[in-house]
């Protein structure tokens, strides 16, 4: 029997964005075109630029997770477009869907009664399936958080900028 099903449990609703943070789906959803490039001031990126390497960095940590034989992206140009506009409206939901896909295959590998959140990741450092899956949950908490500020700063958070999770 597996003794850390109430911990798979509790990683899955992390990184679905359960408690203190806002979905990704909340923050990204129904987000004007033609604002998706822009940087407002006060703002680091654009909505495609937080998107894209939200992507980026989300695959590889995955990526690591479960093969030995990949090679991440050189930081910190790797983990970021080239462009703070989408190259079109088909890039931005094809980033979405990917974004969506990487999380599950993350989520399918917490939840995995096999996987040993505790066992080093063989050709790791010492990271761990817990360790990576957390980083992942925090690593979109963050930017998710830049998601919202964005938004706001743009005007085009929903509901005339009443903030819900």
Request: net charge positive; charged share 20%; glycine share 8%.
């Amino acid at each position: 029997m597996d003794s850390n099903i109430d911990l798979r449990k509790h990683l899955v609703a992390l990184l679905r964005a359960g408690g203190a943070h806002i979905s990704f789906e909340k923050a990204v959803s129904r987000f004007p075109t033609d604002l998706r490039g822009k940087k407002p001031r006060g703002a680091q990126h654009s909505a495609w630029s937080l998107l894209e390497h939200m992507r980026i960095a989300q695959w590889d940590i995955l990526q690591f997770s479960v093969d030995a034989a990949h090679v991440s992206p050189d930081f910190p140009g790797g983990y970021w477009p080239k462009s703070r506009t989408p190259p079109s409206t088909r890039a931005w939901n094809e980033s979405i869907k990917a974004f969506h896909k990487d999380l599950e295959a993350m989520i399918a590998l917490v939840e995995n009664p096999s996987t040993d959140l505790f066992a080093r990741i063989p050709h790791g450092t010492g990271q761990t399936v817990l360790r990576e899956a957390l980083l992942i949950a925090d690593h979109n908490a963050y930017h998710l958080g830049q998601f919202v500020l964005l938004r706001r700063l743009l005007g085009a958070w929903p509901n005339g900028g009443q903030f819900s999770i």
